[in-house]
């Protein structure tokens, strides 16, 4: 079974990238559950989608300490979220904060998440959202990301044919980018990482 747990604020699309996740596990035949606990049913409230892909008799909740992904849509909620991650847990993460209503530094909020002793990408969703062409693609860009480390549970073909089976055909080709700029960024992150 793999839980992937995606964090975000009300606006980021969140909820709409746990439901692509899950539409993606079901092109692959495999069983998904999600839920959804949402801080304020709007723009800017915190929301945590919950994915379980594949496994038996489990609820949709992931227990603190059992997810094997984290999605970050934003680094403060991302950091939030942390506690969710299993040790070896991949962490994935925007860096460009979503200010409340009283703004927050995010350089202590970066460097925690950095600090995390795991697997760990943290994309700078603004430069992967212009190569899209669109600024709302952040939720699509980072899943491609999470597709492209092999632990996500599903392919980045399987998320082309949820993308396909979920969105408006005048949404598909931005959304088509952002899966494939976000794949990127993430193998561009592991080559950065790998020793010469």
Same mark, same amino acid.
């Given at each position: 079974m793999m839980s992937c747990l995606l964090a975000g604020v009300g606006g980021q699309g969140t909820v709409l990238a746990s439901r692509l996740l899950a539409q993606a596990a079901l092109e692959m035949g495999e069983s998904a559950r999600t839920a959804e606990t949402i801080g304020m049913a709007q723009r800017g409230g915190c929301v945590?989608?919950?994915?379980?892909?594949?496994?038996?008799?489990?609820?949709? +909740?992931?227990?603190?300490? +059992?997810?094997?992904?984290?999605?970050?849509? *934003?680094? #403060? *909620?991302?950091?939030?979220?942390?506690?969710?991650?299993?040790?070896? #847990?991949?962490l994935i993460s925007a860096v460009r904060p979503v200010q409340p209503v009283r703004p927050y530094d995010p350089a202590p909020v970066l460097d925690f998440l950095r600090a995390w002793p795991g697997p760990q990408a943290l994309i700078d969703g603004d430069a992967v959202c212009r190569a899209a062409g669109s600024p709302r693609t952040l939720n699509t860009s980072l899943l491609g990301a999470a597709a492209a480390s092999g632990r996500l549970g599903v392919t980045g073909d399987a998320l082309e044919a949820a993308l396909r089976a979920l969105l408006p055909e005048r949404l598909l080709p931005m959304n088509l980018a952002a899966l494939r700029a976000g794949a990127e960024a993430y193998r561009l992150i592991e080559r950065e990482r790998m020793p010469l």
């Open positions: 945590v989608s919950h994915v379980r892909i594949g496994g038996e008799r489990t609820g949709p +909740l992931i227990p603190r300490g +059992l997810a094997d992904v984290l999605i970050g849509f *934003e680094p #403060g *909620e991302a950091a939030r979220c942390l506690a969710y991650l299993r040790p070896d #847990g991949l």
